[in-house]
């Protein structure tokens, strides 16, 4: 285990960080860091930035998938990425999202559901939307053994009962319906919880009330923790941009003028040049030659 502040052992190498480090850095040292990781690659940049947690988020139903919605990923296309994900991270605690369908009916398919994440994919915990019944699968999840995230503010498989993508928590009926279910998730035993898409001034109240971590993404910087998605923080599409997006690279701009300028260079034959060859001696070139 690594201490509060992320240590790094005698070699030099980072400690692998337990659930307890994350629980432990309530209100105090700097900020949680959690990134959405959906492949080897994504997850290896994660892993050499050395942030707390990895979420591999349902949102690969659009950033991966190229489906219009979360709700849209099945359960085997999750855990095809999160095995992927699990071969590239080492430190950073893995949270498997659990996506819609797969916990809402009954405790017994979300302990299920929960338990083949962890087996199959190697998460060390895992993450359900909403409150309500989800309450009572967190608890059933925690007593089963298994780490449990919630999420609450803006909840992307529901977002049609919602009214759409939109900011929750906007009234003070709704704000103090977001401390209750809150305290309810927490009351069951949740090591954290990320909020979505609520005022920063509700989610620094929420976050002043309970003992486990918040994790937010468009919650303000009250929150114990920021969480982006990686395809948004590196900008693969600028034309997706939520406000509370901070671009940190523009790969999606520089995967296109990679790709444009490839298939130009093959059509004026100028790639591939003599240096991406490979040679044979010219004696044997010429006896090969003469037998044909
Ligand atoms: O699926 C996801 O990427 C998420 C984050 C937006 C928190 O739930």
């Given at each position: 285990m690594r201490g509060t502040?992320?240590?790094?052992?005698?070699s030099g190498r980072r400690d692998v960080v337990g659930l307890e480090d994350i629980v432990a850095r309530k209100g105090t040292g700097p900020?949680?860091?959690?990134?959405?990781?959906?492949?080897?690659?994504?997850?290896?940049?994660?892993?050499?930035?050395?942030?707390?947690?990895?979420?591999?988020?349902?949102?690969?139903?659009?950033?991966?998938?190229?489906?219009?919605?979360?709700?849209?990923?099945?359960?085997?296309?999750?855990?095809?990425?999160?095995?992927?994900?699990?071969?590239?991270?080492?430190?950073?605690?893995?949270?498997g999202d659990m996506p819609m369908g797969t916990y809402e009916a009954s405790d017994t398919l979300a302990?299920?559901?929960?338990q083949r994440l962890v087996k199959e994919t190697g998460c060390d915990v895992v993450k359900l939307e909403g409150a309500g019944t989800s309450v009572d699968?967190?608890?059933a999840i925690v007593n089963a053994g298994i780490g449990v995230m919630g999420h609450l503010g803006l909840t992307p498989q529901t977002h049609t009962a919602q009214g759409g993508f939109r900011t929750q928590a906007k009234t003070a009926a709704g704000a103090l319906r977001l401390i209750d279910d809150a305290l309810a998730l927490q009351a069951v035993g949740c090591f954290a919880l990320v909020l979505e898409a609520v005022p920063a001034s509700v989610a620094s109240e929420v976050t002043a009330r309970l003992s486990i971590p918040t994790i937010g993404i468009g919650a303000g910087p009250d929150c114990d923790g920021q969480v982006l998605v990686f395809n948004d923080l590196l900008d693969y599409d600028s034309a997706i941009k939520p406000r509370f997006v901070k671009h940190y690279g523009h790969i999606g701009e520089s995967a296109r003028r990679g790709v444009a300028a490839y298939t130009a260079d093959v059509r004026a034959r100028r790639y591939p040049a003599a240096e991406h060859?490979?040679?044979?001696?010219?004696?044997?070139l010429e006896a090969f030659r003469s037998t044909l």
């Open positions: 502040d992320g240590t790094h052992s005698s900020p949680l860091v959690m990134v959405t990781a959906y492949d080897y690659p994504s997850a290896t940049a994660a892993e050499a930035a050395e942030v707390d947690l990895v979420l591999v988020g349902d949102t690969a139903a659009m950033t991966m998938l190229g489906y219009p919605g979360t709700e849209l990923v099945s359960f085997e296309e999750m855990l095809v990425l999160g095995r992927a994900v699990r071969r590239g991270l080492r430190t950073p605690v893995m949270v302990v299920q559901s929960a699968r967190a608890r060859g490979y040679d044979i001696p010219q004696a044997d």
